[in-house]
């Protein structure tokens, strides 16, 4: 009984634990070009469409790389704000 327990509880905790790095990942590498992949993806007619220029830019003297990334996690957090302030949260 004991072992069909713990057996339980260990397949149980595999489900919360990190997958192995051999997945393809989501690293920044090659950012500006993840970048033109997913355009032409999203919006073939339009496709790499940036008029400031801001995936080329650095901000707060970090990389390239680093910039992409945290326009990405800005551009996700004030959008689900703004769907927060819409449904009148």
Not at 19 to 29: E, M, V, Y
Not at 40 to 67: C, H, M, Q, R, W
Request: hydrophobic letters at 45%; glycine letters at 6%; a negative charge.
């Amino acid at each position: 009984m004991k072992l069909a327990l713990a057996a339980t509880l260990v397949s149980g905790v595999a489900a919360f634990t990190s997958q192995s790095a051999s997945r393809a990942s989501t690293s920044l590498n090659d950012a500006m070009a993840d970048l033109k992949e997913v355009a032409e993806k999203s919006n073939p007619v339009l496709k790499y469409y940036d008029p400031l220029e801001l995936a080329s830019t650095t901000i707060f003297g970090e990389s390239n790389e680093a910039t992409i990334g945290f326009l990405r996690h800005s551009e996700i957090k004030h959008g689900r704000v703004a769907m927060a302030a819409f449904v009148g949260y």
